[in-house]
């Protein structure tokens, strides 16, 4: 019997790994089970610099051949490949965020990372979004597919943030017009070997910056409004949605008296623009007693309803009550909202399967060993310098637990404890090791 057999998958595992993380090999078929986690696990060392001994190595493969724990989907799908390589920690990232306060490098950095799977929260309260300077004045960005055109996008990630960054630096900076051509980018359906997938084709790029540029050139020589910069988001998720990564998950952060905001989802008013369906949408507020009638239009099935953020709060404590590893830097959070984010910031996550573990000790063990790989991923260059600064100071990660529900009383019993050590665990690893202290270990995502 084949070890992926034995591997304890639930009714959908199997197929959503198959369809999800498994690459393909050089034979004409995609990896089994064993074939990934023996790419993962040999790139922990290889690409991440743990140092697993060769004992080390097999009892990380046993975990995750055995479903005990296992590291993050993104770890899954790239680590071993050369987009590691390339761009570092940012291709293993699950959870990223940026505050909307500048004209240009919030829309890019989040285009980047929503096209490297990651998903992307936005703060666009009015403190931050009426720092945005006015719109210079309206400009025509067209596309000629020629070789004299203005800027020929490459077939490429860069290329495509490239275009995002002419096209907002033409409203924002310059003033002037320019011709785009999409020749070169691969057609619709054509193998992508670096990430997997296929490519989406240039026509969803062009539709998205004909939008984007009309949005600007509406609001010529005034300020971007909150729900402006919602829509400029959106449509960049839509971009990805409709491109190689398979989802392009956001979160918005708006003020909870803004009443734009709030009825931008309000769907049983008529003429609101589709992608805005691409965000989940939230306001900050510390006071419910604050929220105005509007807010709770959603709950009532007018529209979607608006989730609730307490920055305040988030910025003191982690876990319910704690206050001994304080976030002061925290602007928002990520889709799912599970990690609390600084400006810039990204997150890794793995997880425990905690019905699967057979002993306290045993949990130990699994938490060591998901905690040394998200550690040494945080600490790897970062092709993203805003990024890199902020991940290598605060060295956040997400370990989870799934399964909870299915544990036994004695199986939960543990987590208390469990977070004790980890905790302590993290100061002795990284004094060792030379890291600074993760600012956030553990998380709660829905798994």
Request: with cysteine; aromatic share 10%; net charge negative.
């Amino acid at each position: 019997m084949s070890k992926e057999k034995l591997t304890p998958w639930g009714e959908v595992g199997y197929p959503t790994f198959k369809r999800t993380y498994s690459r393909p090999l050089e034979n004409g078929k995609t990896e089994e089970w064993p074939d990934t986690v023996d790419r993962v696990v040999n790139a922990c060392n290889e690409q991440l610099g743990c140092n697993f001994r060769e004992d080390e190595q097999q009892e990380l493969k046993n975990i995750m051949l055995d479903l005990k724990g296992t590291v993050a989907g993104r770890f899954l799908w790239q680590l071993g490949t050369k987009t590691v390589d390339r761009l570092g920690l940012p291709s293993l990232q699950n959870c990223a965020f940026v505050v909307v306060d500048e004209p240009i490098r919030p829309f890019t950095w989040a285009f980047e990372m929503l096209m490297l799977g990651s998903g992307v929260g936005f703060n666009i309260q009015r403190e931050h979004v009426y720092q945005l300077p006015k719109v210079l004045s309206k400009v025509e960005v067209k596309r000629n597919d020629s070789n004299d055109a203005d800027f020929i996008v490459p077939d490429s990630r860069e290329g495509w943030t490239k275009l995002l960054d002419k096209v907002l630096r033409a409203s924002f900076e310059t003033g002037e017009g320019f011709s785009f051509a999409t020749h070169l980018i691969r057609p619709k359906g054509a193998p992508i070997k670096g990430f997997g997938g296929t490519a989406s084709g240039s026509e969803d790029l062009v539709w998205g910056m004909e939008e984007i540029n009309r949005i600007l050139n509406s609001k010529a020589g005034r300020r971007l409004s909150s729900v402006d910069c919602l829509d400029i988001m959106n449509i960049i998720g839509k971009i990805v949605v409709a491109g190689n990564v398979r989802r392009s998950a956001q979160i918005a952060l708006g003020d909870f008296d803004d009443i734009e905001y709030l009825r931008a989802k309000r769907w049983d008013l008529g003429n609101i623009p589709n992608w805005r369906a691409m965000s989940n949408n939230s306001v900050v507020c510390s006071d419910i007693g604050l929220l105005p009638d509007e807010f709770w239009e959603g709950y009532k099935g007018n529209g979607e309803p608006y989730g609730l953020i307490n920055l305040e709060a988030s910025r003191k404590m982690g876990r319910t009550g704690e206050t001994e590893y304080p976030d002061p830097d925290v602007m928002g959070f990520n889709p799912c909202a599970e990690q609390s984010l600084a400006n810039f910031e990204t997150c890794c996550l793995a997880e425990v399967y905690l019905p699967n573990i057979e002993s306290y000790k045993e949990l130990q063990k699994v938490l060591r060993y998901l905690y040394r790989v998200n550690k040494h991923s945080l600490a790897i260059p970062c092709a993203i310098k805003e990024t890199e600064a902020i991940v290598h100071e605060n060295m956040r990660m997400g370990i989870g637990v799934t399964g909870y529900l299915q544990a036994s009383e004695e199986q939960k019993g543990w987590l208390d404890r469990a977070y004790v050590y980890l905790r302590a665990y993290d100061k002795e690893y990284s004094k060792i090791n030379g890291f600074p202290h993760s600012i956030k270990l553990t998380t709660v995502k829905p798994s």
